[in-house]
């Protein structure tokens, strides 16, 4: 009886390096965007409670102003309290200027959601590529097939693609693919 375990060696040493190193860059890539990921997905998490309290601030705001143009149109009817008011008026207006500056910060928060969604979205594409690229690359090292490698190649270049289109904001987004996986 032996002691150890017999392990079958690959025949192709080349194909087994090739892959190692193919599992190692995958591996750091693959952290690297999900760490920038992560980012993403937090910075959408505070545009998204800055839009909810924005918009709700803004609905409070234009009823205050509401409020106040009924108030004005209240004491109009009443005789002798035209400086009332006036002053209704005025807080009416100043609601109603508010209101459009919260207006524009909610609708600011909302565009920075999306922008951000697509650039999440890029990241996930690139996630997900190069977990096919590892998986087909495990394969490639059990069946020893370069050509199989090939193809984790062909995977990892589109994760690629995605992750650089990340980090640096280009307009790379298939709308259909993201559709289809929404």
């Given at each position: 009886m032996?002691?150890?375990?017999?392990?079958?060696?690959g025949?192709?040493?080349?194909?087994?390096?090739?892959?190692?190193?193919?599992?190692?860059?995958?591996?750091?890539v693959?952290?690297?965007?999900?760490?920038?990921?992560?980012n993403?997905?937090?910075?959408m998490?505070?545009?998204?409670a800055a839009?909810?309290?924005l918009?709700?601030?803004?609905q409070?705001?234009?009823?205050?102003?509401?409020?106040q143009?009924?108030a004005?149109?209240?004491?109009?009817?009443?005789?002798?309290a035209d400086?009332?008011?006036?002053?209704?008026d005025?807080?009416s207006?100043?609601?109603?200027?508010?209101?459009k500056?919260?207006?524009?910060?909610?609708?600011?928060?909302s565009?920075?959601?999306?922008?951000?969604?697509?650039?999440?979205?890029?990241?996930?594409?690139?996630?997900g590529f190069?977990s096919?690229?590892?998986?087909?690359?495990?394969i490639?090292?059990?069946?020893e097939?370069?050509?199989?490698?090939?193809?984790?190649?062909v995977?990892?270049?589109?994760?690629?693609?995605?992750?650089?289109?990340?980090?640096?904001?280009?307009?790379?987004?298939?709308?259909?693919?993201?559709a289809?996986?929404?």
């Amino acid at each position: 009886m032996s002691e150890g375990m017999d392990v079958p060696e690959g025949g192709n040493r080349t194909l087994n390096r090739m892959v190692a190193t193919t599992v190692v860059a995958l591996s750091v890539v693959m952290a690297v965007g999900k760490i920038k990921d992560d980012n993403i997905v937090q910075a959408m998490q505070a545009d998204q409670a800055a839009k909810i309290d924005l918009w709700g601030e803004y609905q409070s705001t234009r009823i205050k102003a509401h409020d106040q143009q009924i108030a004005a149109t209240l004491l109009r009817r009443m005789p002798g309290a035209d400086a009332d008011a006036t002053q209704a008026d005025r807080e009416s207006a100043r609601y109603t200027a508010e209101a459009k500056g919260i207006k524009a910060k909610a609708q600011a928060a909302s565009d920075d959601y999306d922008v951000q969604g697509r650039r999440d979205d890029q990241f996930d594409l690139s996630d997900g590529f190069l977990s096919i690229a590892l998986a087909v690359a495990a394969i490639a090292a059990l069946v020893e097939s370069v050509s199989l490698l090939g193809v984790a190649w062909v995977a990892a270049a589109l994760g690629l693609l995605f992750l650089i289109a990340g980090f640096a904001q280009l307009p790379i987004h298939p709308d259909a693919l993201v559709a289809f996986l929404s």
